[in-house]
């Protein structure tokens, strides 16, 4: 169930309130999964009924209660992140979500939560095949013909699931060497002022820190890790 | 499909191979150890500069490895003399490359009998051979044309012809359905596995999950390491060592 493991990755990075837990969401996923608030909170009490989160600290001024891990909640996220998304009980929905939370939770190994569904899939259509090369393409009778339609429309999917995932690690690997020009080039111009003390009260770009400032939260202390 | 009861027919046994020296040093290959089995179809995926067609030619015996062993049907390829392992690839070993590497002067057939007639099989029978092999790949009807007769998917499937004809025992194919549309890579798919079940052992390197999916098992390559594996899934006993999974 994506919108309770949402919540927890969200969590294992800090505590949240629930306000902010759904607009954290949101931003990451890209608004294409709107969540409410109502949803966020019943969600949150039962994971709290579940014993994976608990209040922490007390209320802020304003009232608003935040929520952490327990134990067994980090346990389950961990859980999450190297597992596949199940096929048959959740919606397909689900896989987008999870990759789009791994790149943004600071410490996930996303190679490794790629990889780990890119080999679930190859299984789910090693299996498909096998279903498919018990019929001769040629020749079969209307109904069977029907079938091999459905199963191929299975492959299809599946073969769609494993090039979007090879989409991912390859834009991974591009963006990890567009930062690691990013850093070269400002070193070489800080070099040339003579100034790199200063390096890191530069902004960071693609951070919305004004949209951080909304939540309540200095933008310095929710700067991303790298 | 393929209880491999008996030794595997290649053996790659922590295989390294570095391109080079000092700085342009490369290590296409690092650590890989690899089993198949008689009746086994591998697949190998990985992007692009993984090192697949680097395992593909040390296990045909195309390449040697700068540390590890490769045995092809028991045999260790280092202890072989240059004409030993001539013999043991064209006797024994299929290749589909990358590039192809139909010779431009001989017909389909004449290509696809190649194996046979270096191996002293008779030019009548490596023909016949040959036709059938053609045949299994549905270009029979090209068997008298020049490669520069032929589309790019029709020279492919008389390359898959030649590595298939006789009596392979193990066929390695690099990339095999490159320039074939889904139906005729499909088809080729069929045959290379009806050849597997028949006893042959084969090793795929390709990059399309729909074509991996007809091997026993996929191996998944990055940056010359083999990283996964859709092997037989873990014993429950095993994940229960390992409650985190990871
Ligand atoms: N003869 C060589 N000399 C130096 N480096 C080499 C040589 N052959 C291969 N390499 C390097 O070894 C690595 C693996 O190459 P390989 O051809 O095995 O990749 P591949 O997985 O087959 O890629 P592709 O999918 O593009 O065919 C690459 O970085 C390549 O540049
Ligand atoms: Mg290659």
């Not at chain 1, 994971?47 to 067994?72: H, K, M, Q």
């Not at chain 1, 929905?93 to 939560?113: C, N």
């Not at chain 1, 073969?159 to 020009?181: I, T, Y």
């Amino acid at each position: 169930m994506s919108i309770r493991q949402g919540l927890l990755a969200l969590l294992a990075q800090e505590p949240m309130y629930g306000a902010r837990l759904r607009s954290e969401f949101e931003d990451r996923t890209g608004g294409t999964w709107p969540l409410n608030v109502g949803q966020v909170y019943t969600t949150l009490t039962r994971l709290e009924r579940d014993g994976l989160v608990e209040v922490s600290g007390r209320p802020d001024a304003e009232g608003r209660i935040a929520y952490r891990l327990t134990d067994a909640g980090r346990a389950e996220v961990t859980r999450w992140w190297s597992t596949p998304v199940d096929r048959d009980s959740t919606p397909r929905d689900e896989l987008a979500i999870k990759l789009a939370l791994a790149v943004t939770v600071p410490g996930v190994d996303v190679q490794r939560v790629v990889q780990t569904q890119r080999t679930a899939t190859l299984r789910h259509l090693q299996d498909l095949t096998r279903l498919k090369s018990r019929n001769d393409p040629a020749g079969v009778p209307r109904h069977e013909l029907a079938w091999q339609l459905v199963l191929e429309n299975l492959v299809y999917a599946a073969e769609g699931e494993v090039r979007w995932l090879d989409h991912v690690e390859a834009s991974l690997a591009r963006a990890a060497v567009g930062r690691r020009e990013e850093t070269r080039q400002r070193d070489v111009r800080e070099a040339d002022r003579g100034d790199g003390a200063d390096a890191s009260a530069e902004g960071h770009p693609g951070t919305s820190e004004g949209g951080r400032e909304a939540h309540g939260i200095p933008a310095t202390s929710r700067r991303r890790r790298r | 499909m393929s209880a491999s009861a008996g030794a595997p027919l290649l053996e790659l046994i922590r295989v390294s191979r570095v391109h080079g020296e000092g700085a342009t040093e490369v290590h296409a290959l690092t650590d890989v150890s690899l089993q198949v089995g008689v009746g086994e179809l591998v697949a190998v995926m990985g992007p692009s500069g993984s090192g697949k067609s680097t395992l593909l030619n040390l296990a045909g015996g195309l390449d040697r490895p700068t540390t590890g062993q490769v045995r092809i049907d028991g045999r260790d390829v280092a202890g072989l003399s240059h004409r030993g392992l001539a013999e043991l690839r064209r006797r024994k070993v299929g290749f589909v490359f990358q590039d192809l590497n139909l010779i431009p002067s001989l017909t389909a057939a004449e290509n696809a009998a190649l194996p046979l007639e270096l191996d002293g099989v008779g030019v009548r029978q490596a023909r016949a051979s040959a036709l059938e092999s053609l045949g299994s790949v549905g270009v029979a009807e090209l068997a008298d044309r020049f490669p520069e007769e032929m589309s790019g998917g029709q020279q492919q499937r008389v390359a898959i012809a030649r590595a298939l004809v006789g009596e392979r025992r193990l066929v390695l194919a690099d990339e095999p359905t490159g320039a074939l549309d889904s139906h005729t890579g499909e088809s080729v798919l069929r045959v290379l596995r009806a050849r597997c079940d028949e006893g042959a052992s084969g090793l795929l390197v390709t990059h399309e999950a729909r074509h991996a999916a007809w091997a026993d098992r996929v191996v998944f390559l990055r940056d010359g390491v083999v990283v996964d594996t859709t092997g037989a899934p873990p014993a429950a006993e095993e994940l229960l060592d390992h409650p985190s999974g990871v």
